[in-house]
């Protein structure tokens, strides 16, 4: 079965899937990517997935950084989604992530990130403005995404009906449990994310799987059809979009 759908894969279009032995590999590899994607448009808008997937691709580009500083010159950086109530200062922000891991190290000018808060007073204006940033922005060139071990996307849960554009959403229970805000006393119930069509409209997708926590979905994402109920199924819809995943998350 799952070789059926690698080979249905191997096809130039649908969501493509690399292999690879360690999470080293797949960092260096989507490095790699980015690398060329940079230099084919230096000025390219970049989103961004927080969390503990892309955090290696993100040491890589730092120590890119150290040699070709001029290589991140020109780059916009979008945030993907963030935890709802968090002030942009709180340690368990995707807004902090992105500032230690991105902003910081690359040296990103303000006038080159593009972002929105967790804590609004009204998140539904916020989520609002965030559409309106994006029409204006125009879709991403490439979307980094890591994928939830429930299979969600973003902030994108399996559910019956998952929403286009920038919006609030409810966390599952599961998604409570992430990493970046077990520790909380108070667990935020919603976020704020862009939507399956905004990341399905970037033009390329890189998708990091890692770790033997997510050979399940990553499982679910080979063999089940596409569906709501799994939102990083809807990544197969793409025409240009890479599952860089490495040996412990494979299915056997
Ligand atoms: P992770 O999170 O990269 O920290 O595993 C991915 C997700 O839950 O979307």
Redesign the pocket.
Known sequence: MISDILSMNSSSHGLRFIRRDSYEQISEEAAGMLADELAAKPDLLLCV?T????KRLYELLAKQYQTAPQRFSRVRILKLDEWGGLAPDDAASCETYIHQHLLTPLHISADRYFTFRGDAPDAETEAGRLRLMLAQLGPPDVCIL????NG???MNEPANELHPHAHVARLTPH?QT???IQHLSTRPSFGLTMGIADILLSRKIIL?VN?AH?REAMKRLLTEKISTQLPASLLRLHANAWCLCDEAAWPE
Do not use: C, E, V, Y
């Not at 969390?51 to 892309?54: C, D, F, M, N, V």
């Open positions: 997935a969390g503990g997937s892309p890591g994928i939830g071990g969600h996307l973003a998604s992430h990493q970046m990091l770790g997510k």
